[in-house]
């Protein structure tokens, strides 16, 4: 079975700066998908950035970037630039038959 | 559109009651699945299905029933609530199974068994 772990229960930022979110995983597979989705207080999930296990390139989306490291089986989240719209939970998650999380990591923006 | 839709977003049960939660989606994904969420802790599976008459147990199956007679809807049915079921529950759907395809996830729906 996967597991996904999160080691950060809490992150805390200054606005503007960069903050790197830390995931680490277990898998057999040498295909797969990895995810991570925030959830705001209004507990919404919202897909941040996606990673196929194939491509060694590292995926973005604006502010939001993967530093995807297969071998380690590592996937950590850079938000450069927070705001205070960031403020939220992320998870980390692995593909298989449904989604796989972490426990998740709480980010708190200081203005 | 309206996506992925829960209902209800609040309830509270008494131990031993049944209910089933609702799910509907207007995407015509083929992929359903219902997580549970706890305090301190990611999303769960529960069950999910891959189409029409189509179920299959996740993580986290036990007190829980499914079944899918139409691609938009995937109710989840708790025929004996338990204390242990208190949670916030979400539905997700996507196009199909393959591990590409994005989730879509619903806005959940707060469950207490008292």
């Known amino acids: 079975a996967q597991t996904v772990t999160q080691s950060q229960p809490e992150m805390s930022v200054q606005e503007a700066e960069t903050v790197t979110l830390s995931c680490t995983y277990d898998?057999?597979?040498?295909?797969?998908?990895l995810f991570w989705y925030k959830q705001p207080p209004s507990r919404q999930m919202i897909l941040v950035i996606r990673?196929?296990?194939?491509?060694?390139q590292n995926a973005t989306e604006n502010r939001f970037s993967v530093n995807f490291q297969k071998a380690a089986k590592s996937f950590s989240l850079k938000i450069s630039d927070s705001q205070l719209g960031d403020a939220a939970m992320y998870f980390c998650?692995?593909?298989?038959?449904?989604?796989?999380f972490g426990k998740g990591t709480h980010l708190i923006i200081q203005p | 559109n309206a996506g992925v839709t829960q209902t209800p977003k609040f309830q509270v049960l008494k131990t031993g009651q049944s209910m089933t939660l609702q799910c509907a989606q207007d995407?015509?994904?083929?992929?359903m699945s219902w997580y549970r969420q706890d305090p301190g802790m990611g999303l769960r599976l529960i069950h999910y299905?891959?189409?029409?008459?189509?179920?299959d147990q996740g993580e986290v199956p036990n007190g829980y029933n499914v079944s899918r007679s139409t691609t938009e809807d995937f109710p989840l049915r708790l025929l004996s609530a338990a204390p242990s079921q208190t949670s916030v529950y979400f539905c997700?759907?996507?196009?199909?199974?393959?591990?590409?395809?994005?989730?879509?996830f619903g806005p959940g729906t707060r469950l207490t068994v008292t």
């Open positions: 997700a759907s996507s196009l199909g199974l393959a591990n590409s395809y994005e989730q879509y």
């Open positions: 898998t057999s597979e040498s295909d797969y998908y």
């Open positions: 990673q196929e296990a194939y491509k060694q």
């Open positions: 998650a692995y593909r298989a038959d449904g989604l796989t």
């Open positions: 995407m015509n994904h083929e992929y």
């Open positions: 299905s891959v189409g029409a008459g189509i179920t």
